[in-house]
């Protein structure tokens, strides 16, 4: 196997325009491989530390010069010279080069554009597509297609000024991916032209979907619902609900607070409307409801859910085995998102992704809302098996890079 002949990071911009790390991995056979790494803004308390610069003169303190630095300087120092053969084991070195509980000496940022960075170049070093050496290398299943999770309608900190829910979620009940694709896509545009309609906005939050000023969190639902149907999906058959409510971020003082309605409510209130609103519009997943360290709430509504309907921990979670146990244990989800960036390396998002399976929850592989045109997560969504994949709407081509790279590799390209 080939060795590590260098690793150089560079700071890049994310889909926000804001800083963000790539890195690139040499190898002596002359292998180049390159990975870049998305940001959260909704992100959990409970996420392994992005290294920002906070030196205000740059980006607004936003700048990723240390972490570009750190692996520049320091882990590309441990790692030159490494045969790629044990990648598992160069992701344990950088964790234990950087020995906090967190990757706050380093940065996770800088730790998972190397270690992405790493798996690639090990792939192209052997001439074999990304999922089929991921797959070989950490997975006993054979690769399976996810189905697709487009969030068509941006609320809360992805927008900005309308919903309190976050995302307002479509899945597409088609087994192919492309199909999957094609649905998702035209239900998109006719959201779109029934907003025109309406003479509603069309203009996109950050992950790509529609943020319309409307008059409650429900008309979101009868838009899509009503869109749909008007192209002929039928919600519940052609495509499910799925919401993620990023609910920490109204969460303050033991109270939810919801702007749109104007209340602030309990958690005993807000499983009523949660209920309320399954009832009338058959959602199907529910992420994130409640805040991330709320775990009465998630178990209490865990138990008013049907066995066959989804309460997906995301910051609940943050990728982490330590906090997925807890949750096992507590009964608070049946489902899990997994977000490279929330732990730091792959060899940890890996077990992330094996730990939810021996629970038997669903694995829902995810982008940021800060993304780049890095494909990774799609690779590695079908290499793992995972249940969804979930990189946002129908528009905005950091998020189409990960659909269309479905789509190649459907057609074994
Ligand atoms: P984030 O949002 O990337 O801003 O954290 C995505 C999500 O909450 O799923
Ligand atoms: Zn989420």
Same mark, same amino acid.
């Given at each position: 196997m080939a060795k590590i002949k260098n690793i150089r990071a560079i700071e890049i911009l994310d889909s926000r325009g804001k800083p963000t790390l790539r890195t690139f991995v040499f190898l002596d056979d002359g292998t180049v491989a390159s990975s870049s790494i998305p940001s959260g803004a909704s992100t959990g308390s409970h996420e392994a530390v992005e290294l920002r $610069?906070?030196?205000?003169?740059?980006?607004h303190g936003l700048g990723v010069l240390k972490a570009v630095n750190n692996v520049n300087e320091i882990i590309a120092k441990k790692l030159v010279g490494q045969p790629l053969d044990k990648l598992d084991e160069l992701d344990k070195l950088m964790i234990d080069l950087d020995g906090s509980e967190n990757k706050s000496v380093l940065g996770a940022n800088a730790i998972l554009s190397v270690s992405q960075a790493l798996i690639k170049a090990a792939a192209q070093s052997l001439k074999k597509p990304l999922w089929q050496f991921i797959n070989e290398y950490y997975f006993e299943a054979k690769p399976r297609f996810p189905r697709m999770m487009f969030n068509v309608i941006n609320g809360g900190k992805?927008? $900005?000024?309308?919903?309190?829910?976050q995302e307002f979620i479509i899945i597409p009940q088609r087994q192919l991916a492309s199909e999957s694709i094609k649905v998702g896509s035209e239900i998109y545009h006719s959201i779109q032209k029934n907003l025109k309609e309406k003479k509603l906005s069309i203009l996109v939050g950050d992950e790509g979907g529609f943020s319309p000023i409307l008059n409650s969190n429900e008309e979101a639902f009868q838009l899509i619902i009503e869109s749909a149907k008007n192209i002929g999906y039928e919600n519940g058959k052609d495509f499910k609900l799925a919401i993620d409510g990023a609910a920490s971020e109204f969460f303050s003082n033991g109270k939810y607070i919801l702007k749109k309605d104007n209340k602030e409510i309990t958690g005993d209130e807000l499983i009523k409307y949660y209920l309320e609103i399954e009832n009338k519009y058959g959602i199907y997943s529910f992420e994130d409801v409640f805040q991330e360290d709320d775990w009465e709430n998630w178990t209490k509504f865990k138990t008013q859910l049907n066995q066959n309907e989804l309460l997906v921990g995301d910051d609940l979670f943050c990728t982490n085995t330590k906090r997925m146990g807890i949750g096992f244990e507590k009964k608070s989800a049946n489902a899990t998102i997994i977000k490279p960036n929330q732990i730091g390396t792959i060899k940890e998002t890996v077990d992330a992704i094996k730990l939810a399976k021996q629970y038997n929850w669903l694995v829902a592989v995810s982008h940021r809302s800060g993304e780049t045109e890095d494909s990774f997560i799609a690779d590695l969504a079908y290499a793992a098996g995972a249940d969804f994949l979930k990189t946002g709407s129908l528009s905005r081509s950091e998020r189409l890079a990960k659909y269309n790279r479905l789509i190649e590799i459907e057609n074994n390209l």
């Open positions: $610069d906070n030196d205000s003169k740059r980006y992805h927008a $900005d000024w309308n919903f309190d829910i």
